[in-house]
């Protein structure tokens, strides 16, 4: 019986099978990473909530603001951490005044040119209009993604 | 030197080899198919969709979409029926989308109402599309 060389073969059947391993994970990956990245909706969602605002105050007047989400049927809770919104009136710089209605932070990163592709900033949108001889300023802002899930 | 099996040794070697790459090509395929026909980010795409319909909504609206692609998509995809596809919880104010088998795409919308009679309608759209429709009421919760 001839047994040299046995182990070697072995071993060639173990490297195919790494190669394959490899083969199938670089295109797997590569499959997720070109059809998973979805479309970047934030900037639609934060226009949607300030239009929403806007239409509220308008519809209900500037009092609307003392319970505003309520009131402008917003959701709170799922507001909470992923969309910003502050409400100006009368005010020379929005972003950094804090005198208003604002519901969120970090309103300074609104307009930071270098959070555009990043999903953990917020998109924002500004609306501005005229309500009674006073201005209003409305910053809202989203960061909501997608989630997947198994079902 | 020993020739002997010679012939077999390589034959079977090439058998071994061809069998572990049928089973790599026949487990690699499907994801590759089922990532192409673009399920997933289409899911993507009308979870997102219909959650910005919802949220510039109004109680008392009937909204009607068109879900021609989605419903070929999940067809194609294996999705037993037409009720699985879109999902909305009024509770967590999501709407989830399944258009592969095993995952679906959720996504929220902050308007507080409540969707009712949400259900696609087969043939009903133009030129004989399918469609999803759906009534906006005051929330409930």
Known sequence: MNRKGAIG??????????????????????????????????????????????????????????????????????????????????????????????????????????????????????????????????????????????? | MNKRGGIGDILLDNVIYLVLLGIFIASITPFVLGQMNGGDVWADYYAKEIAKVIDFSKPGDKICLDVHKASEIAKNNNIRSFSEIFKIDNVKNEICVKLSSGRATCFDFFNDVDVINAGIELGFGKDGKNIFCFEINEASK
């Open chain 1, 9 to 151: 073969e072995h071993i060639s059947v173990f490297a195919f099978l790494l190669l394959l391993i490899l083969v199938g994970v670089g295109i797997v990956g590569g499959v997720y990473i070109f059809y998973q990245s979805g479309y970047d909706a934030r900037m639609a969602d934060a226009s949607l909530l300030g239009a929403r605002a806007r239409e509220c105050i308008e519809e209900k007047g500037i009092e609307t603001l003392d319970n505003f989400f309520e009131k402008c049927r917003l959701n709170k809770e799922k507001m909470e951490g992923i969309n910003i919104i502050k409400i100006c009136v009368d005010s020379k710089d929005c972003v950094s005044d804090n005198t208003g209605f604002f519901f969120g932070s970090n309103f300074e990163s609104c307009f930071l040119a270098g959070g555009e592709g990043n999903k953990g900033y917020s998109r924002c949108y500004l609306e501005r209009f005229e309500i009674g001889g006073k201005r209003v300023d409305i910053i809202a802002g989203s960061k909501r993604v997608s989630r997947r899930v198994l079902g």
